[in-house]
Nanobody, 124 residues
Framework: QVQLVESGGGLVQAGGSLRLSCTAS????????MGWFRQAPGIEREFVAA????????RYANAVKGRFIISRDNMKNTLYLQMNSLKPEDTAVYYC?????????????????WGQGTQVTVSS
């Protein structure tokens, strides 16, 4: 069973940057599509970014395109999300998730395992 642990969240001023990490245990990380999702209070969880097993294919939500970068290090079993030019509307709990299928999805119900989440707060 794969377990995911996020870290790197915190409080940052608008325009600042944060890098989230998601460390995985288990053997399936390197063959899994990985994604980041976020959920703000009163709002449904939404897709942020996804990356294929090799790191060569990525996909982003329009709201973060050009500001966020998803990457992975399979040797370290770690997924990253570099967040730049942060805005107050980026405030949310950020979750990493893994998908054992080969089709990259933006839908949370397609992902098989999840981390516990890390809070990101952007002040104006």
């Amino acid at each position: 069973q794969v377990q995911l642990v996020e870290s790197g969240g915190g409080l940052v001023q608008a325009g600042g940057s944060l890098r989230l990490s998601c460390t995985a245990s288990g053997r399936t990380f390197s063959s899994s599509i990985m994604g980041w999702f976020r959920q703000a209070p009163g709002i449904e969880r939404e897709f942020v970014a996804a990356i294929d097993w090799s790191g060569g294919v990525t996909r982003y939500a329009n709201a973060v395109k050009g500001r966020f970068i998803i990457s992975r290090d399979n040797m370290k079993n770690t997924l990253y999300l570099q967040m730049n030019s942060l805005k107050p509307e980026d405030t949310a709990v950020y979750y990493c998730a893994g998908d054992r299928t080969i089709i990259m999805s933006t839908l949370d119900h397609d992902y098989d395992y999840w981390g516990q989440g890390t809070q990101v707060t952007v002040s104006s």
